[in-house]
């Protein structure tokens, strides 16, 4: 028998031996389910700047690159008309194409669909190829920094 372990003598104890061998399995099952489920959970970031313009979009782009489980979408709150071209070329050396990205303004989303924001350095674009390179190696230390330190 599955209960001999027990050695229930009463109808009480026996009662007490199924309701604890229940509660062992439940809670293993749980833990496996839980487990499970944020095994494959997606974790949405929002990263805000103030004009959406460089590092933004380019922290936003190295964090969903460093994970599949991340939706990163960034925002500013004075959005630019358009990325730099300078910003795309140096952004196409590291394979990441963000020739299609639309700077967005903060209040076309909803900030409590996210699950953390992430408040990037707004630092100027620049306009030399080499100064670009470096704000963008810096944009991805940054954003790294923050998806190991966040656990993402």
Do not use: W
């Not at 990037?120 to 306009?127: A, G, I």
């Not at 963008?136 to 920094?145: C, G, H, P, Q, V």
Request: contains cysteine.
């Amino acid at each position: 028998s599955r209960f001999a372990v027990f050695k229930c003598s009463s109808h009480i104890e026996y009662y007490f031996c199924l309701l604890f061998l229940f509660l062992i399995r439940e809670c293993k099952v749980k833990k496996y389910f839980f487990t499970f489920a944020k095994k494959f959970a997606i974790m949405k970031i929002l990263v805000f700047t103030e004009h959406d313009d460089c590092c933004g979009p380019m922290a936003a782009a190295f964090l969903s690159d460093y994970s599949e489980k991340l939706e990163v979408v960034s925002v500013g709150e004075h959005p630019a008309e358009a990325l730099s071209p300078m910003l795309v070329a140096v952004m196409r050396e590291c394979l990441i194409d963000m020739e299609n990205y639309v700077p967005r303004d903060v209040a076309s989303v909803d900030i409590n669909d996210f699950d953390a924001v992430y408040e990037c350095p707004d630092l100027p674009c620049p306009t030399e190829v080499q100064a670009c390179r470096d704000l963008r190696d810096f944009i991805k230390n940054e954003a790294f920094l923050y998806y190991k330190k966040s656990r993402l």
